[in-house]
């Protein structure tokens, strides 16, 4: 699909979807090769809406505690639309913090209103259930811009 397609939330999920296994490596982002949340949100990105707007710079595991910067919120901001925290659909993001004083640090796609596609370190991409865990953590959501029904 090209930036002049129009991108449905199943074509988000599908795309989603093939990511499945994808081993985590940091900071990559290749489907079947490695890549870490951004990565995967990234990587969809860029089959369903173009080239990426910007590319990150390096970051480091522990780049959120080190900075102090809400880095992954404000970009979040910058390229995606915001959404209703309690009325997510297939196809959003959603954006996680571990503390309420700490930047966000972790993204999913929404598969099902109780299900999510995420990249976590020390397992292949999957796709869980949105446990009571993950509710509390979470804390925004977001769509892909241009989205249509």
Same mark, same amino acid.
């Given at each position: 699909?090209?930036? *002049?397609?129009?991108?449905?939330?199943?074509?988000?999920? @599908?795309? /989603? +979807? $093939?990511? =499945?296994?994808?081993?985590y490596?940091?900071?990559?982002?290749?489907?079947?090769?490695?890549?870490?949340?951004?990565?995967?949100?990234?990587?969809?990105?860029?089959?369903?809406?173009?080239?990426?707007?910007?590319?990150?710079?390096?970051?480091?595991?522990?780049? *959120?505690?080190?900075?102090?910067?809400?880095?992954?919120? @404000?970009? /979040? +901001? $910058?390229? =995606?639309?915001?959404?209703g925290?309690?009325?997510?659909?297939?196809?959003?993001?959603?954006?996680?913090?571990?503390?309420?004083h700490?930047?966000?640090?972790?993204?999913?796609?929404?598969?099902?209103?109780?299900?999510?596609?995420?990249?976590?370190?020390?397992? *292949?991409?999957?796709?869980?259930?949105?446990?009571?865990?993950?509710?509390?953590?979470?804390?925004?959501?977001?769509a892909?811009?241009?989205?249509t029904?």
């Open positions: 699909m090209s930036a *002049a397609s129009k991108v449905t939330r199943a074509d988000i999920v @599908l795309c /989603a +979807r $093939r990511w =499945l296994g994808t081993p490596q940091h900071q990559a982002s290749l489907i079947h090769v490695g890549c870490d949340c951004l990565g995967l949100v990234r990587g969809i990105w860029r089959e369903l809406i173009g080239p990426e707007p910007e590319t990150p710079p390096p970051y480091s595991a522990d780049w *959120a505690e080190v900075g102090g910067i809400d880095t992954l919120q @404000l970009v /979040a +901001r $910058r390229y =995606l639309q915001p959404g925290k309690a009325g997510w659909q297939a196809g959003d993001v959603l954006l996680f913090r571990w503390r309420a700490l930047p966000a640090k972790h993204l999913a796609i929404v598969t099902a209103r109780d299900m999510m596609i995420h990249a976590h370190d020390g397992a *292949a991409v999957a796709e869980v259930a949105l446990s009571p865990f993950w509710l509390r953590h979470l804390d925004q959501v977001f892909f811009p241009g989205l029904v």
